[in-house]
């Protein structure tokens, strides 16, 4: 850990676009905010809007949280709250993320607040949110390869301006699970953790590897933890192996439940059709168990070493993944051999600490070169941030919305 007293620098106050609640998004601001205040930066939470107070969730809150125009669903209104409160609070750095509020403030903050973008999911709405108002961001972090070089050749970001950094985890939460040696069983303990839906997760690759792997007679427990739309689509497609004890869904767990989980998990699978990077596999990484994942060119092929540190499969050949589990039943010390090293890697690569040494390095820089050739635009042009889907509703005029809103 970096002492304080090694950074003479002038603090860094940094406001960050979240919403305190079980999320990737949060997640990566609760695991990160200790290990940069260490290094002389602020991080706090900055939640906008009606919309977003209404996911508030008091049980993830700290006292790095705050709620602005909690009851406003008017965007210039609550861009100008969060621009007076970064003002009030000698903010020097925002990172909008995906609040549609402080996107919308982006262009009317005052010259001398520098901004960063974080782009965390491959997709269409991320991309064109970390891309907002693009003529002010000094720096753009992607988290990995794909979500760097989308940005580059499809999005116009600058090569120069994009730093690779990839999540990071408190290593110290997962040292228990790590020391655990793997397959030491009858039967391979297999798990699952994330979102039970199938558009982004792919949970419905599930059944067809149970059942391959049922066709090999290989003994295996599958746990599934999380929630989700497709909760009942999978519950219907693996009946029968639920009834065989094959198959158990655990529901969701809360944070510290799911060190443990993963402790008695010998192989990880990972099925996700996007991703950024997922914290779930770092967190299975970072327990030791070993992860057999679907590829994602730029993001799992990244992350993971195939034959090292995992194995890569082709997403949904249930065959592949069948394959390399029962390979893995077979050789339980090759299956030990591997959880080490993969519990070895994510500690070199993937802790808060490597995180936020590249993350105050980035902040660091962008802060001391001179402040951008800009001109706040005045409030009286202001325009909602036209990355999201209903922006359009911004500009009814009230009477019209109590109108519409009565006949629907």
Request: glycine content about 8%.
């Amino acid at each position: 850990m970096v002492a304080m007293s090694e950074h003479p620098q002038k603090p860094v106050r940094v406001a960050f676009g979240s919403v305190p609640k079980d999320s990737g998004t949060f997640t990566f601001y609760r695991n990160i905010r200790p290990a940069l205040a260490a290094r002389g930066i602020s991080l706090y939470c900055v939640t906008v809007g009606k919309p977003q107070a209404e996911l508030w969730e008091d049980a993830y809150v700290d006292d790095g949280c705050v709620q602005l125009a909690a009851t406003s669903l008017n965007m210039k209104r609550q861009a100008q709250v969060f621009t007076k409160w970064c003002t009030d609070n000698d903010i020097d750095c925002v990172m909008a993320i995906n609040s549609e509020g402080i996107l919308s403030a982006i262009p009317h903050l005052p010259t001398h607040m520098r901004v960063l973008s974080r782009c965390a999911n491959a997709f269409d709405h991320g991309y064109r949110i970390t891309m907002s108002c693009r003529e002010r961001l000094a720096r753009i972090v992607a988290l990995t390869p794909r979500l760097r070089d989308d940005l580059v050749a499809d999005y116009g970001a600058d090569p120069a301006k994009v730093a690779l950094i990839p999540n990071g985890l408190d290593a110290a939460r997962f040292e228990a699970a790590a020391q655990t040696r793997r397959g030491t069983g009858t039967q391979l303990e297999l798990g699952f953790l994330g979102r039970l839906e199938h558009n982004q997760k792919g949970v419905m690759y599930l059944p067809a590897i149970a059942d391959a792997l049922s066709a090999r007679g290989i003994p295996f427990r599958l746990r599934i933890v999380g929630k989700g739309v497709d909760r009942a689509r999978l519950e219907e497609a693996m009946a029968s192996h639920q009834a065989e004890g094959r198959v158990e869904f655990m529901g969701a767990l809360t944070p510290d439940e799911i060190p443990q989980f993963l402790g008695e998990t010998d192989v990880y699978l990972f099925t996700s059709h996007f991703e950024g990077c997922p914290n779930a596999l770092l967190e299975a990484m970072m327990a030791g168990c070993v992860p057999v994942c679907g590829l994602i060119d730029g993001i799992t092929d990244f992350l993971i070493e195939t034959g090292r540190t995992g194995f890569i499969e082709k997403l949904g050949d249930a065959e592949g993944f069948a394959g390399t589990i029962a390979a893995l039943h077979k050789d339980r010390a090759k299956l030990a051999e591997l959880s080490q090293a993969t519990a070895a890697e994510a500690r070199a690569r993937y802790t808060d600490e490597v995180a936020a040494d590249a993350y105050a390095g980035v902040i660091r820089d962008l802060m001391s070169e001179p402040a951008p050739d800009w001109t706040p635009r005045p409030w009286r042009a202001f325009k909602p941030d036209p990355n999201f889907p209903g922006y359009w509703r911004h500009r009814i005029p009230a009477g019209l919305k109590a109108i519409l809103r009565k006949f629907r």
